[in-house]
DNA sequence: GGCATACTCAAGCATCCACTTAGGTATGCC
DNA sequence: GGCATACCTAAGTGGATGCTTGAGTATGCC
């Protein structure tokens, strides 16, 4: 029954980080329409190649991307894990805030409305 | 029909950004179970109250958290849209490389097995 | 071999980050 | 008023981050 292992605190850093930077996530989308190789991902963005391979160091370190050489081209490929790691820790917090409202409200709607100013 | 309006990138920017901190997800993961004064918030935390304050600011200004004062106490509440947004935008390129993938499959079940070692 | 391509690595640098301490203000209670 | 509580702000510090330039290595093609 284990969908998820628990992800630790390192892994979210790492991938909430990864995620923080504007050049790396349009590196992740464009990587998400298809592989692409070191100097294709460079292309769409105004910075220095050597930047690139620093940027796509952080998200393999994250788990985000990987990538392979064949001859001189290194061929990078998102991986999906990491991104639903982040989506569900997202997601859980959404829905744990969202049945504490349900919550509230139920036991708001069971007070007598002249009770209700006490809370 | 428009569900969600396009995020920016400086706003996935602060909302990835305040994600990638231990402290500040402790502070949401703790706000996603109830509203809660900002000494409740430093209680389960091993560092300063006025570290937790910082924290507070960058948590404010991504919008994953508002909060209001009252008295002496501030009381801080989790938004639940951010958290959204960032969900929506890993799903997206996680959904984006899983069609991919579907399509690359298809075309390879198409080609004759002998014709598969040119692609 | 000669030369272009596709990275790769190292050093340097300005900026940002998380955190601390020290001091401050506003509120609630007696 | 006096005092504790709850928070706020500023300044400083060590370390990480994002970027550049300059140089290097390996591969593919003629």
Known sequence: MLEYAEP?????DSVFHALADPSRRAMVDQLSRGTASVSQ???PLSISLA???????VLEQSGLVRSQK???????????????????WAADR?????HHLDRLGD?????????RRKH
Chains 1, 2 share one sequence.
């Open 51 to 57: 930047a690139v391979v620093q940027h796509l160091h």
């Open 107 to 115: 036991y708001l709607a069971q007070q007598p409305p002249d009770q």
């Open 94 to 98: 959404r829905a744990a805030w969202e």
């Open 8 to 12: 630790d605190s390192a892994e979210l």
């Open 70 to 88: 064949l001859g001189r081209v290194r061929t990078c490929a998102i991986q999906p894990t990491p991104l639903r790691v982040a989506e569900q």
């Open 41 to 43: 991902l460079a292309g």
